[in-house]
């Protein structure tokens, strides 16, 4: 092999972005997609593209640095702001070396003007509708809040955490970066100039689309049910392969004929490969329905149910022993 001279090396580790000392120098790449929406009289909503490979960003209020905000967030409210003013925001990156980003491009938002002694809080946005566009994200739709002066500001909340806010003009939002195959549920909430906030709206459910051979769908896959006849009733012996997710999935819903039926979680973290588990289901017949799984995703989320799968009757004959229970997961 050839010897490389120290000037050689510190030259090919410059190249890669490191120091001498091998540490980190790259910085990240600039934020993109930096948008500003004034959404009350004190408050600008600062949004930006979402990058998990970030551990702060910085957003600036002109040259002034003024929020830190953890990488795996991608919004949030910059308050404290004067009515009626202009202000022009820009995002910085930085990753976990400590190296910052240039700054984004400055983006501008002129806070609104408030109304003197305005307290009534918008109504409740009606009537709210969704669809999922395709696997990563979900279209929603609904009916215009009112207010005594104006609606300023829609949030849409999702699992008790916003996620978006579009201008108190539209009464439609695109929420991104979902994961494919999964069960999210939205409810939105309109505000004032005077920060104002209403009641929620109806709950939305909406399934993203599963995934173009990513092999990050959340589904269970490979659902097999053999039933049998034991003393104390009959079960259906389940077994199914594991959503290929990053993290534990420690806890499934069984449905029956499309209705909740039990859970199936695991005390300890489950073992690996094939998951099985016998589902007790007394004296109910068992030839005519169909069953469907999903598994509690490593974020809290529901993934997307496995194919359906209709069940037959069990074998004639004498009752078999009562199967052990299962050692692990465990039934609600």
Known sequence: MAWIGLAGLVVALGAVGCSGDGKDTSAPAVPGEV??????????????????DVAVFEVYRGDAKVLDVKGGRHMVDVGGLTPGTAYSFSVRARDRAGNVSPASAAVPATTLSVAQGERVPPTAPRDVRGQARGSAGATLAWEAATDDV?????????????????AGG??????????????????????????????????VTVVTEQGAGDGRDTAPTGLRAVPRSAEDGTYVDLSWTPPDVDGTVASYEVYLDGKFLTTVMWGVAPPPGTARYSLPLGDRPVAGHVLKIRGQLPDGKWGAFSADLPLTDPPSGGPAPAAPAPSGPGGS
């Not at 609606?151 to 008790?160: E, F, H, L, T």
């Not at 439609?172 to 505000?191: H, K, N």
Request: aromatic residues 8%.
């Open 170 to 203: 539209l009464t439609t939002a695109v929420v991104s970066g979902l994961q494919p195959g999964t069960e999210y549920r939205f409810t939105v909430t309109a505000r004032d100039a005077a920060d104002n906030k209403s009641p929620e709206s109806n709950a």
């Open 150 to 166: 104006g609606v300023s500001a829609y949030d849409i909340w999702q699992a008790g955490v916003r996620v978006h806010s579009v």
């Open 35 to 52: 948008s500003a929406l004034a959404s009350s009289s004190v408050t600008v909503h600062v949004m930006w593209r979402a990058d998990p």
